[in-house]
């Protein structure tokens, strides 16, 4: 089976920290993504990875950013968390050859900045 | 950043009723997929359709590829107090990373 590893599941930080929330997948994919997901908005993609070192913003990429040092791990980071950024946060990988695209999640992570 | 049209937006069913929804998009896709998240949880993978006109069944769960390949319908059958949780679609255009999301359909059932 498939497994994406969020490191947390819960976390509360104050405002002005900085934050890291690490992804873990065993699937050998190359693609590796950052969402959040709020009420009523859907998932927004914030980041995204095609290979190791590679990098590329997605729909909201303000206030982030990411790092993939390894091909299983993905990392986003919060420069200065701020309450806006408290949300659940989803990681998620994926294959880049079709058809075998479909993404797999991790659990997620609620922030919850004070 | 586009997102799909997904509807209905919430659904409030009884138990035994079957359910369907569906997922609309202006652009041509070449994989969609369906998910099922539940409260608290990352989305889970139920069913991905790679061909237009496939249908595909998971259980109590079947889902069509439209001919159009601009859409996709996810039907459940006999919904059960274990299927309320948010559903998602996905499309994949291919040639590219990333997928598209629907905006998620809620599921409450009743007793």
């Known amino acids: 089976d498939v497994k994406v590893t969020q490191s947390s599941r819960y976390l509360v930080k104050r405002t002005g920290e900085k934050v890291f929330l690490e992804c873990v997948q065993d699937?050998?994919?190359?693609?590796m993504f950052w969402y959040r997901q709020d009420p009523g908005l859907g998932l927004r993609l914030i980041y995204f990875s095609y290979d190791v070192k590679m990098k590329e913003k997605g729909d909201i990429p303000e206030g982030y950013s990411v790092s993939r040092e390894k091909k299983e791990r993905f990392s986003l980071i919060l420069e200065s968390a701020s309450t806006n950024q408290t949300s659940m946060y989803l990681c998620?990988?994926?294959?880049?050859?079709?058809?075998?695209?479909?993404?797999?999640f991790g659990q997620g992570t609620r922030l919850t900045v004070v | 950043g586009q997102q799909l049209n997904q509807s209905p937006q919430s659904m409030f069913i009884q138990e035994g009723e079957d359910v369907s929804m569906n997922c609309t998009s202006s652009s041509i896709f070449n994989t969609w997929l369906w998910y099922k998240q539940d409260p608290g949880e990352g989305p889970v993978l139920l069913i991905a359709?790679?061909?237009?006109?496939e249908l595909t069944s998971n259980g109590r769960l079947t889902a069509q590829f439209g001919i159009t390949r601009k859409d996709s319908f996810l039907n459940i059958s006999a919904s059960i107090p274990s299927d309320v949780g948010i559903y998602f679609c996905?499309?994949?255009?291919?040639?590219?990373?990333?997928?598209?999301f629907g905006t998620g359909t809620q599921l409450k059932v009743e007793l």
């Open positions: 998620a990988s994926s294959f880049v050859a079709e058809p075998n695209t479909e993404a797999f």
């Open positions: 996905a499309g994949h255009t291919g040639g590219g990373n990333k997928l598209t």
């Open positions: 359709l790679y061909k237009a006109g």
């Open positions: 699937m050998d994919h190359e693609n």
